[in-house]
Nanobody
Framework: QVQLVESGGGLVQPGGSLRLSCAAS????????MNWYRQAPGKERELVAT???????NYADSVKGRFTISRDNAKYTVYLQMNSLKPEDTAVYYC?????????WGQGTQVTVSS
């Protein structure tokens, strides 16, 4: 069974940092691009970052320059390093694997940026 389990969320002050982890299992991790999404209350789910199988990365404009996505294929884990956090980054962050006709999601981890 495909499983994605996020961790690392929490409360952080504006300007602070967090590193989220997504532990994957049930598939050959290295063969898939992985994504981080986030969803704040009352807002649509937003694609935050993508990392391809060869390490290519893409980011939403709202996080570009502040967030870094990475992966460790040996550990079946994708990370999201979040720096210079802003209150508007507050959301539930989800790990995602998407293929044609099938989406897999983690349970989400809450990130709250507040003083």
């Amino acid at each position: 069974q495909v499983q994605l389990v996020e961790s690392g969320g929490g409360l952080v002050q504006p300007g602070g940092s967090l590193r989220l982890s997504c532990a994957a299992s049930g598939f050959t991790f290295s063969e898939y691009a992985m994504n981080w999404y986030r969803q704040a209350p009352g807002k649509e789910r937003e694609l935050v970052a993508t990392i391809g199988t060869a390490g290519g990365k893409n980011y939403a404009d709202s996080v570009k320059g502040r967030f870094t996505i990475s992966r460790d294929n040996a550990k079946y884990t994708v990370y999201l390093q979040m720096n210079s956090l802003k209150p508007e980054d507050t959301a539930v962050y989800y790990c995602n694997r998407r293929t044609y006709g099938r989406d897999y999601w983690g349970q989400g981890t809450q990130v709250t940026v507040s003083s």
